[in-house]
């Protein structure tokens, strides 16, 4: 099953704002983490803050997120920002049950981003 995630790198308003997107899709289970760990380290050294779009994640494995937390870790230690975009409430639920949501640069909900 292909991945279907983008890296969007082309969105002027993003690269103004000193930003690279990475919509990570809907379906993150153990047979997309190959791909998704591709994905993140073409990204962890971005200079610009790497924006993980979340919204539209539906099932997401253990797998997956241990490769964020792997990706927020590398990034945090570089010096680099990492921040989620409206991520949804099964990433949400999910981070929060391993006890990761901090590792994995999440926000806790009701409060900004």
Request: hydrophobic share 40%.
């Amino acid at each position: 099953m292909a991945r279907k995630t983008a890296v969007r790198n082309d969105n002027a308003a993003a690269f103004m704002a000193g930003e690279s997107h990475i919509n990570v899709g809907s379906q993150l289970g153990i047979e997309d983490a190959a791909s998704l760990h591709q994905q993140l380290c073409a990204a962890v050294n971005e200079p610009r803050t790497v924006v993980l779009e979340g919204r539209d994640v539906r099932d997401i494995h253990t797998a997956a997120l241990e490769l964020f937390c792997l990706f927020c870790r590398d990034r945090r230690s570089a010096g680099r920002e990492t921040r989620w975009q409206e991520p949804s409430e099964t990433l949400r639920a999910a981070a929060a049950l391993l006890g990761i949501t901090s590792l994995m640069s999440l926000t806790p909900m009701g409060t900004a981003p």
